[in-house]
Nanobody, 116 residues
């Protein structure tokens, strides 16, 4: 069974940093695009960042220059380093693995709260 497990969320003041981590089942890690989504209260889920199997990175405009997504092949894990956090970064963050022509797998979500 494919599993994705997030960790590293919590509470932080504006301007602070957090690092999210997502462990991905070995069987799919190397062939998957791994993405981070978030959903804030009252808002739709949005794609925040991702790393493809070819190690191409993408970010939503609002986090460019602040967030860094990385892929650790040896550990079958992706990280989202979040710096200079803002209150509007507050959301539940979800790790997602996308396999072309197969579908998506999702982590359980992890809360990030950024206070003013």
């Amino acid at each position: 069974q494919v599993q994705l497990v997030e960790s590293g969320g919590g509470f932080v003041e504006a301007g602070g940093s957090l690092r999210l981590s997502c462990g991905v089942s070995k069987r799919i890690f190397a062939i998957s695009d791994i993405n981070w989504y978030r959903q804030a209260p009252g808002k739709q889920r949005e794609l925040v960042a991702g790393v493809t199997s070819a190690r191409r990175r993408r970010y939503v405009d609002s986090v460019k220059g602040r967030f860094t997504n990385s892929r650790d092949t040896a550990e079958n894990r992706v990280y989202l380093q979040m710096n200079n956090l803002r209150p509007d970064d507050t959301a539940v963050y979800y790790c997602n693995a996308h396999l072309y022509k197969v579908g998506d797998y999702w982590g359980q979500g992890i809360q990030v709260n950024v206070s003013s």
